[in-house]
């Protein structure tokens, strides 16, 4: 098992690098960038995930921010 110290050190390294500070939206893993998983990639289950949320604490059903930087929200 990873220490707390081992496990925050990705999160840490990443919101301190000043080598990092125009880096947005960048998965990391072990300090290094990384393609994240296919399923990172579906839409379908990014919205539908959104919206068993929004259920559960009662929000309102206002769309999350473009994902994917189309301009559009929700898309």
Same mark, same amino acid.
């Given at each position: 098992m990873?220490?707390p110290?081992?496990? *925050?050190?990705?999160?840490?390294?990443v *919101? =301190?690098a000043?080598?990092?500070?125009?880096?947005?939206?960048?998965?990391? *893993?072990? =300090?290094v960038?990384?393609? =994240?998983s296919?399923?990172s990639?579906?839409e379908?289950a990014?919205a539908?995930?959104?919206?068993v949320s929004v259920?559960l604490?009662?929000?309102?059903a206002?769309?999350?921010?473009?994902?994917?930087?189309?301009?559009?929200p929700?898309s």
């Amino acid at each position: 098992m990873r220490s707390p110290a081992k496990c *925050a050190a990705t999160s840490i390294h990443v *919101a =301190s690098a000043y080598a990092l500070k125009q880096v947005s939206g960048q998965y990391f *893993a072990n =300090s290094v960038p990384k393609q =994240s998983s296919a399923g990172s990639y579906d839409e379908f289950a990014a919205a539908r995930l959104w919206n068993v949320s929004v259920a559960l604490v009662r929000l309102s059903a206002t769309p999350p921010p473009d994902p994917v930087g189309t301009g559009d929200p929700g898309s």
